[in-house]
């Protein structure tokens, strides 16, 4: 499978170049009120699913019942964890989520967890759209 470069992903360039912004105190007013709603297009673009669809409360009834809300999060907990290799994890599945200079992108916070969802099927509605392009593209 051909590495898929995340930041190279018009959606995800479209949420880092504005979460750049924010983070240098640079975004207008309102583009900060539009920012959610760009996030939240840009991740069912991605991934058919937003943050908020990975919450404990909003999952459906049927996989609610599976879980516990400590068990749903605990899924999580890798999000939070540091490394020197950003890319280390996701290297697996053949993505790189670093900017050039070899950080993790801003967009992570936002989208890491519907990125976990995809990838290990942990919601049934959750997909990795974004690869399914990329896979059409190179055939």
């Not at 991934?47 to 990975?54: M, W």
């Amino acid at each position: 499978m051909t590495r898929i470069v995340f930041r190279d992903l018009p959606a995800v360039s479209a949420v880092e170049r504005q979460l750049d912004l924010l983070a240098r105190d640079r975004l207008l007013d309102d583009e900060l009120e539009e920012l959610p709603l760009l996030i939240d297009d840009a991740s069912v673009q991605l991934f058919g699913i937003t943050r908020q669809d990975t919450y404990y409360w909003a999952l459906p009834d049927a996989l609610r019942a599976r879980h516990d809300r400590h068990g749903w999060e605990a899924q999580f907990d890798l999000l939070g964890q540091h490394s020197r290799d950003p890319n280390a994890r996701w290297r697996a599945f053949d993505l790189d989520l670093c900017c050039p200079e070899g950080r993790g992108l801003h967009c992570f916070d936002v989208f890491g967890r519907q990125l976990l969802c995809a990838l290990h099927g942990l919601h049934p509605q959750a997909r990795l759209v974004f690869a399914d392009r990329a896979v059409a593209r190179a055939a």
